[in-house]
């Protein structure tokens, strides 16, 4: 393995505690170094899937570059150690990291990535890495320490597949860390390793911000026809069944492919072509989730099920900042009947000193009556959470597919006392009245 040059520019620090020196002043510790620099990171997101090439890497990526395009300050950090590909995907292979004794500096991709990888302290790349797992532990921990990342909005971890010593090493490194992000393709093959990666986080307390189907199906360019090369909506089931948000699917597409071979995927998701839309749309959804904090939310109300009062938290209040709930309405009031309301009211949860308060956003008409429009629609509205009088269990699965809660059996009254008395604790939940 070469190499050596470059590796020199990462600090061989021993791990040492806090300590006073010479001249009184307080050193920080390795950790505390570390905890810093993390402070100046507003959210970590940790890539992971089951299965090797399912296209985990370029997920990661592409989130990235979607989210340089919106503005937000963000950085790769690729743990990949054996198999680091994110300099390929986004332009900068061939590059070298640049620093001194005391930090790294990132190369900065096209996109405005920052980018940390094996690969830009690697000479060529056809070397391998050999490295047992407490070694892993040490570079990823230098990585996270000794890089200067600066402010970021966004640092996005991507991990190698499985369970094994990276997304663990991360997972105790990173305080804090916003969820993880689980790529899957349709298959079973796939589907049951992500399993395993649910099971891992939740082991963790890693929250999950939901799981995205990647290769989901091939919509021929010169007939439309859709081919589900790897089957279709096995992600969606999985994530139903191991109740975890369903973030949508990106379908195989070609120019995918070319762009991230060729390291340019600002253009491709700029492009348009059905895998850049359901892209763009995909990464919509994490930030989403992302900024408003819901999935941390979703992860409690989980883990309370166990032994709390269902949705409710400790204090008997609901945890409701970020929370945007959409109430149907016909006249005024909460309709019994969802499907066929004449609008939708939507709340944003604020806390203010005297508590959770619902704020009126805005009222939407509702669009015609469709099956399974629905979801999507709120969805792409940024509602979370729906109260509703009465709804079909059918509908009820295809919200939580879309990652969006249900209360049903609210009494027919002022949408907004609803929303109130859901966010205080009080929401006194009746019968389904549309229970088929
Ligand atoms: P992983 O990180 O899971 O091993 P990669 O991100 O390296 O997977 O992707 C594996 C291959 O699949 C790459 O060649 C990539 O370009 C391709 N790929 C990923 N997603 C798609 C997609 N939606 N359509 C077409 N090709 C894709």
């Excluded at 979703?298 to 609901?318: F, H, I, R, Y």
């Excluded at 619902?358 to 509602?383: K, Q, S, T």
């Amino acid at each position: 393995m070469g190499g050596s040059d470059d590796r020199k520019k990462m600090r061989a620090t021993p791990e040492a505690e806090a300590t006073a020196n010479a001249t009184g002043k307080h050193q920080p510790s390795e950790d505390e170094q570390l905890n810093r620099k993390l402070s100046r990171i507003k959210h970590k997101i940790l890539v992971l899937s089951g299965k090797g090439g399912v296209g985990k890497s370029s997920v990661a990526a592409g989130l990235a570059v979607d989210l340089a395009k919106r503005g937000r300050k963000v950085a790769v950090l690729d743990i990949d150690i054996h198999g680091p590909s994110i300099p390929q995907l986004l332009g900068i292979a061939g590059e070298r990291v640049t620093g001194t004794n005391e930090s790294i500096v990132p190369v900065v991709s096209p996109a405005g990535v920052g980018v940390m990888s094996m690969g830009l302290l690697l000479q060529g790349s056809d070397e391998a890495v050999i490295w047992r797992g407490p070694l892993k532990y040490g570079v990823i921990k230098q990585f996270l320490r000794d890089v200067e990342w600066g402010d970021l909005d966004y640092l996005i971890v991507d991990s190698p597949p499985g369970t094994g010593d990276e997304p663990l090493s991360v997972a105790q490194l990173i305080k804090g860390v916003d969820g993880a992000l689980l790529v899957t393709t349709p298959q079973t093959v796939s589907t049951n390793d992500v399993r395993r990666s649910i099971g891992f986080s939740r082991q963790l307390d890693l929250p999950i911000l939901g799981v995205i189907e990647n290769m989901s199906g091939f919509v021929c360019p010169s007939c439309g026809t859709k081919v589900d090369v790897f089957g279709s909506g096995g992600g969606a089931s999985m994530a139903e069944e191991m109740d975890v948000p369903f973030l949508g699917s990106i379908p195989i597409d070609p120019e995918f492919v070319k762009a991230c071979d060729a390291g340019s995927i600002g253009p491709f998701l700029a492009g348009g072509s059905p895998g850049a839309t359901a892209f763009t749309k995909v990464a919509a959804k994490v930030i989403d989730r992302v900024e408003s904090g819901s999935h941390k939310k979703t992860e409690l109300t989980t883990a309370d099920q166990a032994g709390a009062t269902p949705n409710a938290g400790t204090d008997g209040k609901q945890a409701g900042e970020g929370r945007r709930i959409a109430v149907p309405v016909t006249g005024g009031k909460l309709s019994a009947h969802f499907g066929h309301c004449e609008e939708f009211a939507i709340f944003s949860a604020k806390e203010t000193p005297g508590g959770t308060t619902a704020e009126a956003v805005e009222v939407l008409e509702a669009p015609p009556h469709e099956p399974g429009l629905l979801p999507a629609w709120l969805n792409e509205r940024g509602v979370n959470m729906v109260i509703a009088g009465g709804m079909g269990s059918r509908a009820q699965q295809l919200f939580s597919q879309a990652g969006i809660e249900v209360m049903v059996g609210a009494a027919s009254t002022d949408p907004k006392e609803i929303v109130q008395s859901y966010l205080d604790g009080t929401l006194v939940a009746g019968q389904n009245v549309c229970d088929h």
